[in-house]
């Protein structure tokens, strides 16, 4: 049982960052495996990043690599994504979630059906 909530999100100009947090207003994050997820208008909900429960271990879209940092703080119970070099094409409404999924390669944590807990988003919009 957790409740995420997402902040940092805004509209910003093309080649601006943003860090994005996701803080559990209830439970500990400790026992999930995090994930980020994106949603545009009109398009399916895509995955972003993940990183396991110590931190140790992250994957990322390819249309993100190099560019996004996903990290975490478990000692503040929270879960950053930081958005540097932003793109018009990144706007979209950003999505912490959160799985008890357990020895599963990085696959695995790709699909947004295998997470159990949401937050309610944040909107990022980057112009040109």
């Known amino acids: 049982q957790v409740q995420l909530v997402e902040s940092g999100g805004g509209l910003v100009q093309a080649g601006d960052s943003l860090r994005l947090s996701c803080a559990a207003s209830?439970?500990?994050?400790?026992?999930?495996?995090m994930g980020w997820f994106r949603q545009a208008p009109g398009k399916e909900r895509e995955f972003v990043a993940h990183?396991?429960?110590?931190?140790?271990?992250?994957s990322y879209v390819d249309s993100v690599k190099g560019r996004f940092t996903i990290s975490r703080d478990n000692a503040k119970n929270t879960v950053y994504l930081q958005m540097n070099s932003l793109k018009p094409e990144d706007t979209a409404v950003y999505y912490c979630?959160?799985?008890?999924?357990?020895?599963?390669?990085?696959?695995?944590?790709?699909?947004?059906?295998?997470?159990?807990?949401w937050g309610q988003g944040t909107q990022v919009t980057v112009s040109s």
């Open positions: 990183t396991s429960r110590s931190g140790g271990m992250k």
């Open positions: 979630a959160a799985t008890n999924g357990i020895y599963h390669d990085s696959t695995w944590y790709q699909m947004k059906e295998r997470y159990d807990y």
């Open positions: 209830r439970g500990t994050l400790t026992s999930y495996v």
